[in-house]
């Protein structure tokens, strides 16, 4: 990925997203989402009591959201990938975009291209124009970012989610011997007296 930089041309974003605006008007949805630091969904702690949820920002499968507020507080972007197909809402302080129809960027390279450092540090210093640290539209659509071919955009999201399907594989199969040392170091130690 970091070759891609130095080797592929460049778009800004304006060319590559585009605002999506639909709003919860018939409150048939109540899953209440925001985004973390760590560039993930997560059930919101607002309190909701009250509050007229028709106002809120619908998320559905492929739609990016962000809160561009406190960027320049945080020094990162949260934005996430909403990759569910059961539709959440958001807060209408958060921006809700996608990859336009006619561009050739996938959503989830996109969205492997947010999650790296240096996009946070490069979002963090489009800031400077905002009176209140956030990070305006306008200059989000300034950033500009590699746009390779998509054969290769699909070869290295297929190697992200392999690697992250080995790293889950692993983590379940950890957690699985976890139990099982005490009881293997028990019959170690008891084989290992026996033999003396």
């Known amino acids: 990925m970091d070759n ?5 041309s460049k778009k800004p974003l304006g060319e590559i997203v585009e605002l999506v605006d639909e709003r919860n008007n018939d409150w048939t949805i ?10 993930h969904f997560m059930p919101s ?3 909701t009591s009250g509050i007229d ?13 962000t809160n561009i507020m406190h960027v320049n507080r945080d020094e990162i972007l949260p934005v996430a990938l909403y990759s569910i197909d059961e539709p959440s809402i958001v807060s209408p302080a958060y921006m809700t975009f996608k990859v336009k129809d006619d561009c050739d960027m996938l959503s989830e390279f996109l969205m492997m291209w947010f999650q790296r450092p240096e996009f946070d540090r490069r979002a ?3 800031c400077d124009s905002s009176v209140r640290g956030g990070l305006e539209w306008s200059r989000f659509c300034d950033i500009q970012i590699p746009v390779p071919d998509k054969i290769i955009q699909e070869a290295i999201v297929t190697i992200y989610h392999t690697l992250e399907t080995r790293k889950r594989i692993n983590e379940q199969l ?23």
Not at 4 to 8: A, D, G, H, V, Y
Not at 30 to 39: A, D, E, F, P, R
Not at 178 to 192: A, H, R, T, Y
């Open 45 to 47: 702690v607002a309190n």
């Open 124 to 126: 963090w210093t489009y």
């Open 4 to 8: 891609l930089k130095n080797i592929e």
């Open 174 to 196: 950890k957690n699985t011997i976890k139990p099982l040392c005490p009881v293997l170091m028990k019959g170690v130690v008891e084989n290992f007296k026996l033999k003396q």
């Open 30 to 39: 109540s899953n209440l989402l925001g985004v973390n630091i760590y560039k």
């Open 53 to 65: 949820l028709s106002k809120y920002k619908v998320v559905r499968n492929g739609i990016f959201a």
